[in-house]
């Protein structure tokens, strides 16, 4: 693991020599950022977002290894409170879902365009406190920065929102307090739970101290005895979160057909009955047990065990690659 010495670290020279890169190639990136950035648009998913993106940006693999460098001395000089749940060692979305479980209300909202609002000079003042001097707080920051501000997709910016949003979540956490609820933050989404929330002109004030904006079509209000949703994952259970049950009936239903029709008939099948979703695809379809493994392992891998199956009687994949036995050790929690 690399270790950064900010205090030590006063110009191109010295930087370079930490981050293991030659001086010419950080002057490169600071003279001609748009080199080493790749704008990606995501299609979002859900009726109500039909023909709207998510931009990410692909990040050059040089710089990609740099800003991971960065990315892992910052977060190695940071412990961060248990209501920051996002891009933190050992918390997942799992983890976040479960400081919400069996309440009378979940409150949901989002952060409008969050790394976008996050400027370079809210950046540059983090590496200051980091002991970073004038000069050097400058050269990291527009390493870590595009167009004037975070993006998503470069891998240091998810530490950096975090240290940026240090007094946001503070005041969030004493507004919590007011109302005996439970606060927490993963990224841009943000949940308040208990028996009374936070009214929405008051979250508004906190966010629009720190520059931020409320996005209104995120702001969702979940009632107890109705569906409660936490960063994807329900949380009516007073025990654990669990994976939402129409993705269980989809994916149960996909391998049903997958298996009694064969892989090149069972989106028809499934098309026929208007169960269209987006697992029809064997990455895909991997990807979400994985996911499963990580809330709800024992169902996952009942799940895993027909995919394989499903797989090995296709002739898709190699056997021993496929193996159950070995998918579970790999996806289950140490």
């Known amino acids: 693991m690399i270790e950064l010495n900010f205090k030590a670290l006063e110009n191109i020279d010295h930087i370079a020599r930490a981050v293991n890169c030659f001086p010419s190639f950080i002057n490169i990136v600071l003279e001609r950022p748009s080199l080493f950035y790749t704008l990606k648009k995501i299609p979002k998913r859900g009726k109500r977002q039909k023909g709207?993106?998510?931009?990410?940006?692909?990040?050059?693999?040089?710089?990609?290894?740099?800003?991971?460098?960065?990315?892992?001395?910052?977060?190695?000089?940071?412990?961060?409170?248990?209501?920051?749940?996002?891009?933190?060692?050992?918390?997942?979305?799992?983890?976040?879902?479960?400081?919400?479980?069996?309440?009378?209300?979940?409150?949901?909202?989002?952060?409008?365009?969050?790394?976008?609002?996050?400027?370079?000079?809210?950046?540059?003042?983090?590496f200051k406190e980091l002991g970073c001097t004038e000069k050097s707080a400058e050269i990291f920051t527009k390493l870590c920065t595009f167009n004037g501000h975070l993006v998503q997709g470069a891998s240091t910016s998810p530490v950096l929102a975090n240290l940026v949003c240090k007094e946001l979540d503070q005041d969030f956490a004493g507004l919590a307090q007011q109302y005996n609820c439970s606060y927490s933050r993963y990224a841009d989404d943000i949940t308040f739970s208990g028996d009374l929330t936070p009214r929405k002109k008051d979250i508004e004030k906190c966010l629009n101290k720190y520059k931020f904006e409320l996005n209104p079509a995120k702001w969702k209000h979940q009632r107890r005895g109705r569906s409660q949703y936490v960063t994807g994952l329900t949380v009516f259970d007073n025990t654990k979160p669990r994976i939402p049950k129409f993705i269980k009936k989809q994916l149960r239903q996909i391998l049903y057909y997958a298996s009694k029709y064969g892989w090149d008939n069972h989106q028809y099948k499934v098309n026929s009955h208007n169960h269209k979703n987006m697992y029809y695809d064997i990455k895909r379809i991997d990807g979400l047990i994985a996911f499963m493994y990580s809330v709800e392992p024992d169902r996952a891998f009942e799940f895993d065990l027909q995919w394989q199956k499903i797989l090995k009687e296709e002739g898709i994949v190699d056997e021993q690659e496929r193996d159950p036995y070995a998918i579970f050790a790999r996806h289950s929690p140490v």
């Open 52 to 126: 709207q993106y998510r931009i990410i940006y692909e990040v050059e693999s040089e710089l990609n290894i740099i800003q991971k460098n960065i990315s892992t001395a910052v977060t190695s000089k940071q412990q961060f409170p248990e209501y920051v749940q996002g891009f933190v060692s050992k918390r997942s979305i799992a983890t976040n879902a479960s400081l919400h479980l069996s309440q009378k209300y979940v409150l949901n909202l989002d952060v409008k365009n969050f790394f976008n609002s996050i400027t370079q000079k809210q950046v540059s003042d983090v």
